[in-house]
T-cell receptor, first 111, second 114 residues
Framework: GQQVMQIPQYQHVQEGEDFTTYCNSSTTLSNIQWYKQRPGGHPVFLIQLVKSGEVKKQKRLTFQFGEAKKNSSLHITATQTTDVGTYFCAGPTGGGNKLTFGTGTQLKVEL | DAGVIQSPRHEVTEMGQEVTLRCKPISGHNSLFWYRQTMMRGLELLIYFNNNVPIDDSGMPEDRFSAKMPNASFSTLKIQPSEPRDSAVYFC????????????FGQGTRLTVV
C-alpha cells in the first residue's frame, strides 16, 4: 500500500545545532502536512505545503515540498530544548482526505 | 471551542473485556479519524469518516474492532474482546475537508490490556 517514510528515525543534537528530517512518499501527494508531538502529548499541526517546490518558514523552521510532490523536508536552525519531540509528515493518500502519517523522527536536544 | 474531546484518558482492562473509546470532534468539522499509536508501528490510521459515513476502514486490525459515528458530534471505537496486543494510545482527530485538511487531535486514550 501507499507508504510515507521518514529518516532518520532518531536524532540527538546539541543545543544550537541544526536538524533536518526527510519525508518520502511512494505516491504523489496533493499536499504535505507537518506535525509535532511532544513527549506524552498529541500531534499538533505545524504547516501545510501545496505547491511543487514550495518553501515556507516559521521562525527557525523551514519546510520544503519537492518538485515531484513526493518528498518533503523540515529543517530546524539552531535547535533549542523546546524543539524536543517527534516530527511527523502526513499526506492525503488513497483518494479523498485519508490522512496517512509518516514514520516520524524523534528529536532529542541536549544542553 | 474546546477542541477534540476523548474519553476516557486512561483505561486499564483485563483481556477478554469489551472496551469503548469515545470522541467528540470539533463542531463543524466533517471528517473524523481514529489512529492508534505504538512504538513498533507508529501512527496507524484505523478508520475515517466523512459526514458521519465510514469511508475507509482498511486499517482496522480485525473483526474485534468496530467504529461508529451516529451523528456529527460523537464517535466510538469498540474493541471486543480486548487482547494485550491492543495496548496502545488511541487518538481521535477531526478536520474540515476545505480549505485545509489540517487534522486536530484529541488528547488520546491510553489503553492497557492486562
Amino acid at each position: 500500500g501507499q507508504q510515507v517514510m521518514q529518516i532518520p528515525q532518531y536524532q540527538h543534537v546539541q543545543e544550537g545545532e541544526d536538524f533536518t528530517t526527510y519525508c518520502n512518499s511512494s505516491t504523489t501527494l496533493s499536499n504535505i502536512q507537518w506535525y509535532k508531538q511532544r513527549p506524552g502529548g498529541h500531534p499538533v499541526f505545524l504547516i501545510q505545503l501545496v505547491k511543487s517546490g514550495e518553501v515556507k518558514k516559521q521562525k527557525r523552521l523551514t519546510f520544503q515540498f519537492g518538485e515531484a510532490k513526493k518528498n518533503s523536508s523540515l529543517h530546524i536552525t539552531a535547535t533549542q530544548t523546546t524543539d524536543v519531540g517527534t516530527y511527523f509528515c502526513a499526506g492525503p493518500t488513497g483518494g479523498g482526505n485519508k490522512l496517512t502519517f509518516g514514520t516520524g523522527t524523534q528529536l532529542k536536544v541536549e544542553l | 471551542d474546546a477542541g477534540v474531546i476523548q474519553s476516557p484518558r486512561h483505561e486499564v482492562t483485563e483481556m477478554g473485556q469489551e472496551v469503548t473509546l469515545r470522541c467528540k470532534p470539533i463542531s463543524g468539522h466533517n471528517s473524523l479519524f481514529w489512529y492508534r499509536q505504538t512504538m513498533m508501528r507508529g501512527l496507524e490510521l484505523l478508520i475515517y469518516f466523512n459526514n458521519n459515513v465510514p469511508i475507509d476502514d482498511s486499517g482496522m486490525p480485525e473483526d474485534r474492532f468496530s467504529a461508529k459515528m451516529p451523528n456529527a458530534s460523537f464517535s466510538t471505537l469498540k474493541i471486543q474482546p480486548s487482547e494485550p496486543r491492543d495496548s496502545a494510545v488511541y487518538f481521535c482527530a477531526s478536520s474540515h475537508r476545505v480549505p485545509t485538511t489540517e487534522a486536530f487531535f484529541g488528547q488520546g486514550t491510553r489503553l492497557t490490556v492486562v
